[in-house]
């Protein structure tokens, strides 16, 4: 099944398993083969209690089953010696009533090729106490192809798939395994038993073998199972085997034998020697030739056979066989195979090489067979480092272009896998600049400090062999690092002056470099200068400018040009002066002086073109310029006197020195440059010139003929200005009437005729009103000191509302002011004069109320008028004005507007009219009256005009809301009988409290609309019989749910229970619950009750039933509802009752909610009702909602009210409860054991073990203890734990010891053990770890043997374990009283080459043997001599001649001849005088020889030619072969120098 599809039905099950319990589904692995297994109980007289099995095995293939008769079975894939493919076995179990059986069958067909697996049986053993056991399980182990078989009473089988052999039976379990699964990791099989132990069976590959051999006594099936399982421990029965074989002439077999072997035990060189050694018969394999065709049909070969089978198959050439095998993974592969094959084909022996892991020698063949872009890629995966230099070297010499790459590569990482330095060395070695050169580039291209000497050398190499190439590099900027002082010298020696200004710093080199501009960029130099700081700038412009000016004028043009702001313009300019350069100051000033804001620059500019002649650029800056200073420029053009006066003329015009221009050009005869000026320059300026010639007194026939030539082209007002300052007006009226009659239209034409007619009195007042043209402001000014009356005319004409006012108030003319002001209905002007801080207001009033109004007729002028008094709040005057206009009998009276305005006006400003103007007046708008009236406080008027207009809604509201009168309300509302005046007063009642009254007024209004305030007013008095009343009516008129909802809980305040359940049981609208929910709440619970019942709310039912002391009624109730809420209420009030078997009924539902069960037992809890609580949760564990709470809080009340309960809980439910809270509960109790149990199962080890020292009585069991420890996190509990095993339980701190030994600090145990004195106790823990040969441990355990006074242990302790202080132990030893102990420290002491220590304490004890052992081995010649002389002195001959025997090395023979001869013991010394002579006498021998040798050897060389016949060798790495001369290498860019210099190689010099 994948996914979500539906299950398959496969096949029937068969008749023979009806009634059987099915305790088994197998599959195949292919799942061709499907297996049912059942089990059922045999029914009869003798054998009532055997239990029989059925099994159904069905084919897949052939869709058809077979019955068989079994307990248990199982698939297997087993292949048979022999066959290519594996077979599929069924093994299957039965216990029949013969006996049990185990069958192995082969099913299906057998694969194209196999032999079929022939059939095994044999029988399962059942002991006598087990009659009436049977198979219940069964696995197979593939790992080693054995039968696992469990049976009920816990006993398993092992048997051998292939002999059906049974190999262990034992009893594993006393309960049953009632399931197992195969255990991957172990090979094995698990089960479980009923008690929940989990039970682990696997084979121990080291002892089953020497098992089988030994206890079963069948050497074949472990020869079998061995060499199918290549499995250890018949080794000797696999040696046997094949010298038996080998030695009967069974080659073949043998070869089988040695091939199938486990462990490779036979698969040695020897047993290679021994093949090779037979000899081969004629027209056969050779016996060698089988054995590697048998290991190469078996798998692969090892390492010696290997070499064995490649050496003749290369010598026969017969290459492709390598190749084969070493694809098919036949052979493994060595460092020796791959220098075989290395021989004959290197990349075979490249593929060998990586195949054994041997990066010097895959290295090496890379680089011979040229493929070095392999080389780094495999030393960094391999993890080797070889001398990457070395190799460059090598792979130079082969192919340089190769060796490039190669070095690239080396620096291709961030971290170079070589010195660089050391690469460009190897270049450099054969001159390969230009490779070197390409490798640096890509080495270097990250641009990193520490490289600067390389960045350094680089360019040097190429600026004194490739300037070109140094340049390109420069060029790009790749570079930043290196010495640049140093590389700027070598740039300007090779002819790079660019880059070595881009380098240098020190002006002095800047200066000598920068003056030559023709070897330069023009625009890189330029650019250069912006690097340059302004000091260093200015003073190499002087420089170039000193050198050559006429060369370096225009670089430093541009440069002044770019980089003026830096430069400041004026120390520029100062330069250029310096040198007099007006033609370079002319350019550079021209080119900044139009972005320039500089005064100073523009005015340069001028003088500089000034004196280059460049009039026309004069003029242009004159005109267009805004920056210059122009009484300077005036000035210096005065002074130049140039030819031309264009540029002072357009100087003088443009900063308005007109009146100077004049002066000038009429006192210097130049009067023809006033006339171009007016005509051509600037006609609109005529107006100052005629004043200048006024001024110089120029003729009148001139001026007028000039004002004539220009026509209309300047301003008119500006001549008339001009000419009226100066009292010469006169003198325009005759071009003025030209003018006019020219049809002009100007004003200022206009104006000044007009103030021509006013000064001359010809009619003005006529022209003033007929002519159109002429400027009312201007004219009214100039009229109003000489005729007022004529200034009012101006400005009437032109509307000049202020000036107009202004003349009339200051000449007292109000009534041409009110007239004017009414005809004009300005409200602004209106707003001005009638402002308060007008002295004239009055008089002006009264001009208007008298005069103006009288006169108009235009009801407009009268609205604006009124406007205007009312936006000026004038309220006296204006009720003045509208009386006058309203009640006189005016054409004005019946206007609604001035009576509404009347009235109102009167309410503000006069409140005794208002009532009279009511009366009087009947065209105004009464409401709007009416409602600013009471807005005014003026109800009693407001009621007046109401009811005068027969507005009684609005009159009695007046009579409520302001004049608060209810009683003439109520008389009012009887008078009108209004049933909208009825409910104004009801809602007025209402608002004060008088409820019944207000329910009979709206009763009588039969208006239900304001019900809800009525509800409210009425619940909050309690008047609930009026209410009653009020609601029917209501309900009459609207159905509202509201109303209805009230009317319920009328019925209810006033328990008239029947009525109420008769209007719930009708239909209606009412919101049940909500009236019950408010009848719970005001606990009327018996109306409550009927409400809830009625809606089925059985939650609030069960809470009312409470409350009325119904509980069974409230229980069931809950039960309806199902809420937690509900249970939890009902539950809390049947515990407050004391109801306990109802509160468990109800708690049971509470507490599967894990968030309602903390406060569940707090309520049980704070009334004390502990057992009820318990019990409660008791039987809350068999719920199938059962939660971890539950467990948990169970455990908590164990632990505080019964504790002898709690360990039985945990035990059965400890995965089920929260143990850290269970923890607290524990700890707080003091139930020790309990809290370790917790501890253990919660992992938090170390608190266990804490647990178990602190309260060892309690919680301290040895097995926990032991098992517990090794698992704890803190090392430092292993050593509180020794301290309590100390102090508690002594005799078994060995065992702890072991326990605690691989994780232990030795060290530090020994240490507190020596602290505590009690190291004789723990001799066996320090024999069990002295293995660690940890210094403390054989320290301790040495002190131990040697005050149990044990020489032989201590000898074997120091033989095996050499970690301690060696010559402390010696010198210890050495003062022992017992001589054996002495010995040892002899014998340390020699072990620590302090041999003349060791020889005197040998001699001390008289120790003659292990004396001469130790001189002997000391080789020290003058130890060996002082024993010699020792043993003479005590005339121990015996030992003399023996010492002489072996010390024979060290011994000097004339020494020995001396003392021999002196003590006279010639006889001692002969032996060994008659071996010195025999062996100086061999060596005189093989010198004569060697000597004989050599004289021949050199007779021949003495007769060859001093000519060689040979040909000589060609020298073909050319001249770089010779030191010190290096070889020429020419690339793009590169040329051979000649001469020297200091620092270059010989015969070369940079350009």
Not at 969 to 983: L, T
Not at 1502 to 1509: A, E, M
């Amino acid at each position: 099944m994948e996914g979500d599809s539906q299950p398959q039905k496969v096949f029937e099950r068969h008749s023979s398993l009806a009634g059987c319990q099915i305790i088994h589904y197998r599959t195949d692995v292919k799942q061709q083969w499907l297996l049912l297994i059942g089990i059922s109980a045999q029914v009869g007289d003798t054998q009532t209690n055997r239990v029989v099995g059925a099994m159904q095995l069905y084919s897949v293939e052939r869709k058809v089953s077979q019955p068989i008769e079994g307990h248990a079975a199982a698939f297997a894939q087993f292949t048979i010696p022999g066959n290519a493919s594996p077979s599929t076995l069924f093994c299957f179990a039965v216990r029949g009533a013969q006996g049990g059986k185990l069958h192995v069958i082969e099913v299906g067909q057998p694969a194209q090729g196999n032999q079929p697996f022939p059939k095994k049986a044999a029988d399962v053993f059942f002991p006598p106490e087990a009659q009436n056991d049977f198979p219940v399980a069964m696995q197979v182990g593939q790992k080693y192809d054995v039968i696992y078989l469990i049976t009920k009473y816990g006993y398993i089988h092992l048997y051998d798939i292939e002999t059906a052999t049974c190999i262990y039976m034992n009893r594993i379990s006393g309960d049953t395994i009632f399931v197992t699964a195969p255990h991957d990791a172990s090979s094995g099989i698990i089960g479980v038993n009923r008690k929940g132990q989990v039970l682990s069976v696997s084979v121990e590959e080291d002892s089953i073998v020497q098992y089988i051999t030994t206890t079963l006594q069948n050497p074949d099936l472990a020869l079998r199972i061995a060499s199918r399982n290549n499995l250890p421990g018949a080794e000797e029965l696999f040696v046997r085997k094949f010298n038996t074989l080998f030695q009967g002439g069974q080659y073949s077999e043998a070869a089988k034998v040695a091939a199938g072997a486990p462990k490779g035990i036979l698969r040695t060189p020897q047993t290679i020697q021994r093949f090779q050694q037979v000899p081969a018969q004629q027209g056969q394999t050779s016996p060698l030739l089988q054995y590697f065709g048998i290991l190469l049909d078996q798998g692969q070969l090892n390492k010696y056979e290997s070499l064995e089978l490649c050496r003749p198959v290369l010598q026969q050439g017969r290459k492709q066989l390598l190749e084969k095998w070493l694809k098919e993974d036949k052979l493994e592969c060595s460092e020796e195979l791959g220098d075989l094959v290395k021989v004959v084909d290197p990349t075979l022996a490249l593929s060998v090489y990586l195949r054994a892991n041997v990066p010097s020698k895959v290295i090496q063949c890379f680089a011979e067979t040229g493929q070095t872009q392999k080389i780094v890629l495999y030393a960094k995966k391999v993890g080797y480092t070889p001398d990457y230099i070395f190799l460059l070297r090598s792979i130079m010499r082969i192919n340089p272009d190769q060796g490039t790459q190669f070095a690239q590569m080396l620096v291709k990482d961030d971290e170079p896998l070589a010195d660089i330095n050391q690469i460009v060395d190897v270049f450099m070695e054969s001159n390969m600049v230009q490779q070197c050169t390409a490798f640096l580039l890509e080495a270097l291209s990250k641009n990193r400090p520490q490289e600067g000497p390389l960045q350094t050398r680089l360019l040097e190499m190429n600026l004194m062999y490739a300037p070109q190439v140094a340049d390109a590099i420069l060029g790009n900027q790749m570079f930043t690092h290196y010495d640049r002082a140093h590389i700027a010298q070598l740039c300007e020696k090779a002819g790079l002056l660019q880059r070595a200004l881009e380098h240098y710093t020190d002006l002095y080199d800047i200066k000598r470099a920068v003056v030559h501009t023709h070897l330069l960029n023009p625009e890189w130099l330029v650019n250069y200068f912006g690097s340059l700081s302004v000091e260093d700038s200015l003073e190499c412009i002087k420089a170039m400018l000193q050198s050559n000016i006429r060369q370096n004028l225009q670089v430093c043009v541009q440069i002044a040009t770019k980089y003026h702001e830096q430069l400041t313009t004026q120390a520029l300019i100062e330069i250029f002066e310096s040198f007099k350069s007006f033609e370079g100051l002319f350019y550079f000033l021209g080119s900044i002086v139009n972005f320039s804001q500089d005064a100073e620059v523009h005015f340069k500019y001028i003088q500089a073109a000034c004196k280059t002649g460049q009039i026309k650029e004069v003029e242009r800056i004159c005109r267009e310029s805004n920056c210059y200073n122009p009484e300077r420029v005036k000035n210096f053009l005065k002074e130049a006197k140039l030819t031309d006066q264009l540029p002072l003329i357009i100087v003088c015009d443009r900063f308005d020195y007109v009146h100077d221009l004049v002066l000038y050009l009429y006192r210097n005869n130049l009067q023809k440059y006033i006339e171009i000026y007016v005509q051509k320059v600037n006609p609109s300026r005529l107006p100052v010139v005629v004043g200048g010639l006024l001024d110089v007194d120029c003729g009148e026939d001139a001026i007028k003929q000039l004002i004539l030539v220009i026509r209309g082209q300047f301003s008119t007002d500006e001549l008339v200005a001009e000419v009226e300052k100066r009292n010469r007006l006169k003198l325009l009226l005759p071009w003025l009437e030209m003018r006019i009659h020219e049809g002009s239209v100007e004003p200022a034409t206009h104006n000044a005729l007009a103030k021509i007619y006013i000064d001359s009195n010809n009619n003005p007042e006529r022209f003033l009103r007929e002519n159109q043209y002429y400027d009312s402001k201007v004219v009214g000014k100039y009229c109003e000191k000489r005729d007022p009356h004529l200034a009012c005319v101006a400005y009437e004409r032109g509307h000049c509302d202020f000036e107009l006012i202004n003349v009339c108030n200051e000449n007292s003319l109000f009534k041409s002011e009110a007239r004017y002001l009414v005809r004009r209905r300005d409200a602004e002007l209106w707003a001005h004069v009638l402002q308060e801080d007008n002295e004239y207001r009055s008089q002006l009033i009264d001009q208007v109320v008298q005069t103006a109004l009288s006169e108009t007729q235009d009801p407009e002028d009268i609205s604006v008028t009124v406007k205007a008094f009312m936006t000026a709040d004038l309220p006296n005057e204006l009720i003045e004005l509208l009386e006058k206009i309203v009640l006189d009998n005016s054409m004005f009276s019946d206007h609604r507007n001035l009576q509404n305005l009347l009235i109102l006006t009167a309410i503000k400003a006069d409140r005794t009219r208002v009532m009279e103007y009511i009366n009087r007046l009947d065209n105004y708008d009464a409401p709007d009256i009416a409602n600013i009236a009471i807005s005014s406080e003026l109800y009693e008027e407001a009621f007046a005009i109401f009811r005068k207009f027969e507005v009684n809604t609005s009159a009695i509201q007046v009579l409520i809301d302001h004049i608060n009168n209810l009683d003439r309300a109520y008389e009012f509302a009887e008078k009108c009988n209004e049933p909208a005046v009825w409910s104004q007063l009801a809602r007025a009642q209402l608002s004060n409290g008088m409820v019944k009254e207000a329910i009979d007024s709206y009763i009588k209004a039969d208006d239900p609309s304001q019900y809800m305030e009525v509800v409210n007013v009425a619940s909050k008095s309690n008047n609930w019989e009026d209410l009653v009343k009020y609601l029917q009516m209501a309900r009459k008129k609207a159905r509202e749910t509201f109303i209805e909802t009230e009317l319920v809980f009328a019925y209810a305040m006033t328990n008239r229970l029947a009525d109420l359940e008769e209007f719930i049981s009708g239909p209606n609208h009412a919101a049940i619950t909500q009236v019950a929910d408010r009848c719970f709440d005001n606990k009327m619970y018996e109306a409550a009750k009927l409400l809830y019942n009625n809606v089925s709310n059985f939650a609030r039912l069960a809470i009312t039933l409470v409350h009325l002391g119904e509980y069974q009624g409230a229980v069931d109730s809950a039960r309806k509802a199902n809420s937690t809420k509900t249970w939890k209420e009902v539950c809390f009030a049947c515990v407050d009752n004391e109801e306990f078997r109802l509160a468990q009924m109800c708690g049971l539902h509470i507490v599967v909610h894990a968030d309602e069960l903390e406060e569940l037992i707090n309520y049980y809890q704070d009334r004390g009702y502990f057992e009820e609580l318990i019990s409660l949760l008791e039987a809350a564990l068999g719920l199938e909602r059962a939660h971890m709470g539950i467990f948990t809080e169970l455990a908590i009340l164990y632990s505080k009210y019964k504790p002898g309960k709690m360990r039985e809980h945990l035990e059965l439910f400890w995965s089920r409860v929260n143990i850290p809270k269970v923890l607290r509960a524990a700890d707080q109790a003091h139930l020790w054991a309990e809290l370790v149990f917790l501890y253990d199962k919660y992992e938090e080890f170390d608190n266990a073990i804490i647990t178990m020292m602190n309260h060892p009585t309690d919680a301290w069991k040895e097995s926990h203890f032991k098992d517990v420890v090794t698992k704890v996190a803190n090392i430092e509990l292993y050593y509180k734990a020794l301290q309590f095993y100390l102090d508690y339980k002594p005799l078994l701190l060995n065992d702890l010891l072991l326990v605690l030994t691989p994780r232990m600090d030795h060290t530090r145990a020994v240490t507190f053990f020596r602290k505590v004195g009690q190291i004789p106790l723990v001799k066996p823990y320090l024999r069990a770890v002295q293995n660690n040969n940890n210094k403390a441990i054989n320290e301790a355990l040495n002190n131990l043997l040697i005050e149990e006074e044990d020489y032989q242990g201590l000898r074997a302790s120091i033989d095996a374990f050499d970690n301690f202080d060696n010559i402390a132990l010696a010198q210890r030893l050495e003062k022992h009283e017992l001589i054996e102990f002495r010995r040892i420290g002899a014998y340390l002491y020699k072990g620590n080459n302090r041999w003349k220590q060791s020889v005197d304490l040998c001699k001390k004890d008289r120790l003659f043997k292990d004396a001469m052992l130790y001189a002997s081995e000391s080789r020290n010649i003058d130890i060996a001599e002082e024993l010699i002389a020792w043993f003479l002195e005590d005339k121990n001959y015996e030992c003399f001649a023996a010492s002489l025997f072996q010390c024979y090395d060290l011994l000097r023979p004339d020494v020995i001849l001396e003392l021999s001869w002196r003590h006279n013991i010639m006889d001692f010394a002969m032996p060994y005088m008659i071996q010195v002579m025999r062996e100086y006498t061999s060596k005189v021998d093989k010198l004569e020889q060697s000597d004989a040798v050599r004289s021949e050897e050199e007779q021949k060389a003495t007769d060859k030619p001093l000519v060689f016949s040979e040909p000589q060798l060609m020298l073909t790495a050319g001249p770089s072969s010779m030191p010190g001369i290096p070889g020429q290498m020419y690339g793009p860019g590169m040329y051979p120098v000649t001469g020297s210099y200091p620092g270059a190689m010989p015969g070369y010099m940079p350009m």
